[in-house]
């Protein structure tokens, strides 16, 4: 079994930054893909952006994030990290994090982000 624990939400006012982290626990041996998912109030979850070392292209992002976030790994410490900067009220929304490990999928319980002046 896998868990995935995130940390780093919180209230941002507008064009400030949070860097939100994952971490990863359970016995595992590599972990090939994590990434960030996100859910406002009234809409459905959608992808923000990946780390997929199996891949041609690793890292993934969302157009909405693009130049803004930037995901990264620590991979002795199985964690993920999502750096934001300048963010927009649009950005606000909980933040979760997804972990694909043996074909399975395991979700974090999310952390709230709130862009608001």
């Known amino acids: 079994q896998v868990q995935a624990v995130e940390s780093g939400g919180g209230l941002v006012q507008p064009g400030g930054s949070l860097r939100l982290s994952c971490a990863a626990s359970g016995s595992i041996s590599r972990l090939n893909y994590m990434g960030w998912y996100r859910q406002a109030p009234g809409k459905e979850r959608e992808f923000v952006a990946s780390i997929n070392s199996d891949s041609n292209t690793p890292y993934a992002y969302a157009d909405s994030v693009k130049a803004r976030f930037t995901i990264s790994r620590d991979n002795a410490k199985n964690t993920v990290y999502l750096q934001m900067t300048n963010l927009k009220p649009e950005d606000t929304a909980v933040y979760y994090c997804?972990?694909?490990?043996?074909?399975?999928?395991?979700w974090g319980q999310g952390t709230p982000v709130t862009v608001s002046s």
């Open positions: 997804r972990i694909i490990y043996l074909a399975r999928i395991f």
